[in-house]
């Protein structure tokens, strides 16, 4: 492949979650976006059936999002996070609120997913010190779960890679539910799998191991994406938040994935019908055009940080780009899009479409497991006797050769298509990836 960068170029960018010298060898540059297609350095278009990275689902280089920015950033370039504001600020918050399911009233901006989880967790621990239950300190994550890579988001993340290399450096006090994923009892379910509610009750038995006394906050990804489209069986969520509410621990949805359509809904919580105390989102609520995130909180926990006495009330926490102008602009335009584009409903609309043509895979050589909720897919192989994730890469540096990209992640090809990607569009990438995935049998 030709690439415009020197050896001496390529070397200087340590890339994150990249093996570089693969990527180096064959360096995959995109030179343009537009819509649902990625422009490459040497002349190809190729269709994004991940969405950027799960966060440009309402199209790349959209226009009303691109115009905003360019006027805000001419506007308005910055102005402080701290004792200053904008206006728009508090209008993307009432947008962002309205979308949220009630109590969930009030928003902290943060830059990314990462800062977004770091300072849910944060917040959580002044609530509960706050009102007078400073032992509420511990954090329950769960196996498998992505939470960013703050030293909090690795402690209450579950993926073992993203772990172990800081190991004694995660928080302590930390402890992980079991995944919900059994190839035994779900593979090739459709949506929601029937089994597996009864893994919240592994809760009550952190309860009763550590005390609820002892305990903060249980946080989740309602669908955990990184991992591959694990899809919350039917009852679970809904196990959590009861079990929660019992014990008066927090619980926090991670929807840095879910938030903003894709789910089918505004955010996972309303797809699976169970509220959280707090949802941290990033991605799209920009599109994937403004590095911005947040955490969205019920009153209780607002108020909760007002009423302490004047001039302390304060969460002692933010960050130097926290609602950064350019950010909000795109943010507000995004929503905007979101909104009026009606972007939720028609994911729902075409998420039965989606499911049937990627389940029309099963049956293809090595295909394990293939799993889907909105526009959320993973299709996953069997891996090669000792060389976990090379199937995996091989079947999808191949598809990606032919014209269209989907994540490598281990031993899976995970979808998260643009929400306007139409039929005929899904079904070239489904055939796409059924050549590619014969062709590596
Ligand atoms: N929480 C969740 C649930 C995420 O999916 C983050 C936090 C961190 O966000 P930032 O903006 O700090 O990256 C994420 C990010 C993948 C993949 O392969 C997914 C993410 C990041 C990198 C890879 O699916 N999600
Ligand atoms: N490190 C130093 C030395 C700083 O001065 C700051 C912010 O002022 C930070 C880190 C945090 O940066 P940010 O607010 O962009 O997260």
Same mark, same amino acid.
């Given at each position: ?32 976006? #537009? ?127 993203? =772990? ?37 009750? #592994? ?193 999808? #540096? ?8 989907? =994540? ?34």
């Amino acid at each position: 492949m030709d690439t415009p960068l020197n050896a001496r170029q390529l070397d200087s960018y340590f890339i994150g979650f990249t093996p570089n010298p693969l990527f180096k060898s064959k360096p995959r540059l995109i030179t343009g976006a #537009e819509g649902s297609y990625l422009h490459t350095s040497d002349g190809k278009k190729v269709f994004d059936g991940f969405s950027g990275l799960w966060c440009s689902g309402m199209g790349h280089s959209h226009p009303k999002i691109v115009e905003a920015i360019q006027k805000q950033v001419a506007q308005l370039d910055y102005v402080s996070a701290f004792y200053m504001s904008h206006p728009p600020a508090f209008a993307l918050t009432e947008k962002i609120a309205a979308l949220a399911p009630d109590p969930l009233n009030h928003v902290f901006y943060t830059t990314g997913g990462s800062d977004a989880v770091d300072s849910a967790l944060k917040l959580a621990l002044g609530y509960h010190r706050l009102k007078g239950n400073a032992t509420r300190t511990r954090m329950i994550g769960r196996e498998r779960g992505y939470h960013g890579v703050g030293f909090g988001g690795i402690s209450v993340g579950g993926m073992v890679a993203n =772990r172990k290399m800081f190991s004694t450096l995660t928080l302590p006090g930390v402890d992980h539910l079991p995944h919900t994923h059994s190839l035994e009892h779900m593979a090739f379910s459709k949506g929601q799998p029937a089994w597996g509610a009864h893994l919240a009750d #592994e809760l009550d038995r952190l309860v009763a191991l550590h005390d609820a006394s002892n305990i903060a906050a249980v946080i989740v990804e309602p669908m955990a994406g990184s991992a591959g489209v694990l899809v919350p069986p039917i009852g679970y969520l809904q196990r959590l938040r009861d079990l929660c509410t019992k014990h008066g621990i927090l619980l926090i949805f991670d929807e840095v994935i879910c938030g903003f359509g894709r789910m089918g809904a505004n955010f996972g919580a309303q797809r699976f019908g169970v509220v959280p105390d707090m949802i941290t989102f990033a991605k799209t609520v920009t599109n994937g055009m403004q590095p911005l995130g947040g955490v969205i909180m019920t009153s209780e926990i607002y108020n909760t940080f007002m009423d302490q006495p004047e001039f302390t009330n304060s969460a002692f926490h933010g960050y130097t780009y926290s609602a950064h102008p350019v950010a909000v602009a795109a943010g507000l335009a995004a929503v905007d899009v979101f909104t009026t584009e009606g972007v939720a409903q028609k994911v729902l609309e075409k998420e039965t479409l989606f499911q049937e043509l990627l389940h029309s895979l099963k049956g293809e050589p090595n295909v394990v497991d293939i799993r889907n909720i909105g526009f959320a897919g993973s299709v996953e192989f069997a891996s090669l006797p000792g060389q976990p994730g090379i199937r995996g890469h091989r079947i999808t #540096e191949a598809l990606y050769d032919a014209g269209y990209y989907l =994540r490598w992640s281990g031993d899976q090809a995970v979808f998260a298509p643009p929400f306007d990607a139409t039929a005929e569009e899904l079904e070239a990438l489904v055939e796409a990836l059924r050549r590619c995935i014969r062709a590596n049998a």
